[in-house]
């Protein structure tokens, strides 16, 4: 993993320039008397609201308007106008926009998504926003572990296919849905920084996007249903095979500058499955009955996770990275059964383990440049807790190169 981060350093790093433009205009019919609303998504901040804005409805009939920028921000605008609401609504048209850097543009048109369409309404309003981890097409770290049993490597791992829908399905596949697979790899040398996760299988994703009103605590909830086989990436051959579902309230992208946002993602769901393989674990041993009695798996989890971003600006050009990005998360896991846990002292699957079993990682990720489709730099992370199969416990601080692919803005 090293040599790949080194070799990429030979590429030509991107420009830093921002085009700007609109991401979503997104429309949901009010009862009366609330006021019919649109709200206008742009890809960075303005100067002041739009002087004037066109609206057109499916019958491209204009529709008298009033605008504002949106409470909490200054990249989306709300547009107003009076009942009865439209069935629907065409497109909205800026004559001119000035944005927070001095640019103006003029013109700016964007069709107008009625809410039903939830998930293209989700995915065009959290562009702006670092994809997390786990979310990216490619992830690959590899660090150096510093931990109480000694120093070592180690390496952490996500890759994500793209959307096996859009293979089979080709052009009828739909906005509301991404079904791809996916493998997580957190290995390490060291005893107690290894959290011996392995996880690999497949996840059908979905969003319900909510009405305006709501829309401004929590414009999504995001459903996630995943078939996955955890092993535990060593020699100890633990495996098991889980069903999971999750539901997640995520929060509105929160404005912290022209050039820095930052998002929450709240997650609680179940896990449920059976044990196929206990490896080395001495279930003929005597004492041992409790690991042969091991079988089917049932867990609860809830946790959070949140991602702040930071841009280099023209302003700035003395700081050494194009982006810094912090992200933090937590999950607790309620074992309802009992399950095979790794013994760091006799170094051996030879414990049981049941009831709360939490994993908290935090990441600071400082990227040094980026090619138009990945972008590569140093990362230090800290890690606290366990995961499955053996729920290792894991106390770690690492420090390396990281390689990833950009986010959907390309940033």
């Not at 562009?127 to 952490?156: H, R, W």
Request: hydrophobic fraction near 40%; charged fraction near 20%.
């Amino acid at each position: 993993m090293f040599r790949v981060a080194f070799s990429l350093m030979a590429f030509p790093l991107a420009a830093s320039a921002q085009m700007h433009k609109i991401i979503a205009a997104t429309y949901a019919p009010a009862s009366a008397p609330e006021p019919c609303r649109i709200n206008v998504l742009f890809n960075s901040s303005l100067a002041a609201p739009p002087a004037a804005v066109a609206v057109h409805d499916e019958n491209q009939n204009a529709i008298a308007a009033t605008l504002s920028l949106a409470p909490g921000g200054s990249r989306v605008v709300e547009i107003r106008f009076p009942q009865p609401c439209p069935k629907n609504v065409a497109d909205v048209v800026f004559p001119s926009v000035t944005f927070a850097d001095g640019a103006t543009q003029t013109n700016m048109t964007h069709p107008v998504l009625k809410g039903g369409d939830a998930t293209k309404i989700f995915i065009d309003l959290m562009q702006k926003v670092p994809q997390t981890q786990a979310e990216k097409t490619i992830f690959a770290s590899g660090l150096v572990t510093s931990a109480s049993s000694g120093a070592a490597g180690a390496g952490d791992v996500n890759l994500n296919s793209p959307n096996i829908l859009n293979a089979l399905l080709g052009a009828q596949s739909s906005n509301n849905s991404l079904l791809g697979a996916f493998l997580q790899l957190k290995r390490s040398t060291t005893l107690a920084g290894d959290p011996k996760n392995f996880e690999a299988g497949v996840r059908y994703q979905s969003a319900i996007g909510l009405g305006d009103k709501i829309a401004r605590t929590i414009p999504a909830i995001l459903l996630d249903f995943a078939a996955k086989s955890e092993g535990t990436a060593s020699q100890f051959g633990v495996q098991n095979l889980v069903g999971e579902t999750s539901v997640a309230l995520q929060s509105p992208v929160w404005d912290l500058g022209s050039k820095s946002s930052a998002k929450l993602r709240i997650v609680a769901g179940a896990e449920g499955g059976s044990n196929r393989s206990k490896g080395d674990a001495p279930v003929e041993g005597r004492g041992f009955e409790p690991l042969r009695n091991v079988d089917w798996l049932a867990r609860g989890k809830f946790g959070f996770e949140g991602a702040l971003k930071f841009f280099k600006d023209d302003q700035h050009p003395q700081i050494p990275f194009d982006s810094v990005e912090l992200r933090a998360g937590a999950v607790d896991r309620y074992l309802a059964f009992d399950e095979l846990r790794y013994n760091p002292t006799t170094n051996a699957v030879d414990k049981i383990a049941r009831g709360n079993r939490p994993w908290v990682q935090a990441d600071l990720k400082l990227i040094i440049g980026h090619s138009e489709t990945a972008s590569y730099g140093l990362r230090l992370t800290y890690q606290r807790g366990s995961l499955p199969p053996v729920f290792a416990n894991t106390k770690a601080f690492q420090f390396g190169f990281l390689y990833e692919t950009r986010d959907r803005t390309g940033k």
